[in-house]
């Protein structure tokens, strides 16, 4: 996939959290693509996710599984992994599943995280685009900028340096 395309924005559709973090960029793609990594940030708390699960290839399957509170599970994803460029961008999605087979949902989503080197740490960017704007509204609305930051937080908490 070319850069040109993933960083396209489309204002209607897409939702951005981007910021420089003091975490080396080897060590936030690792956070996001080793699994025993990614357990220990990636649902901002009091939510845990108690399970994931990376295949790093195009058509591999990027899963996880999230716990509320209550310990009720209330959420396990299985999507494909759509491009890999190691340490530098991970995209996957989950319109797909696993061996790039259609699936639907809720809140389906593809999202393109790109990390690069910035000062002593990481410009970090997630880019994640829906299918329409009454989905990425309604991402949005469920507090897209606050979830994606506190678990980037917990990230840099355990990383940062």
Not at 6 to 12: D, F, M, Q, T
Not at 31 to 37: G, K, L, M, N
Not at 69 to 82: E, K, T, W, Y
Request: aromatic letters at 8%; proline letters at 7%.
């Amino acid at each position: 996939m070319t850069d040109a395309i993933l960083s396209e924005l489309h204002a209607e559709t897409d939702l951005v959290l981007e910021r420089v973090v003091p975490v080396a960029p080897e060590l936030v793609f690792a956070a996001w693509t080793e699994p025993e990594r990614l357990v220990q940030w990636f649902t901002p708390a009091p939510w845990k996710t108690t399970h994931a699960e990376v295949d790093l290839r195009p058509g591999g399957i990027f899963r996880t599984v999230m716990e509320s509170p209550d310990g009720d599970i209330v959420n396990d994803n299985a999507g494909c992994v759509l491009d890999v460029v190691p340490g530098e961008r991970f995209v996957f999605t989950g319109a797909l599943g696993p061996g790039f087979r259609p699936q639907s949902g809720e809140m389906v989503f593809t999202a393109v995280i790109t990390v690069t080197p910035e000062g002593d740490g990481s410009r970090y960017r997630a880019h994640v685009m829906h299918a329409s704007p009454q989905e990425a509204k309604q991402h949005a609305d469920m507090g897209f900028a606050d979830g994606w930051g506190a678990t980037l937080d917990q990230l840099v908490a355990i990383w940062g340096h």
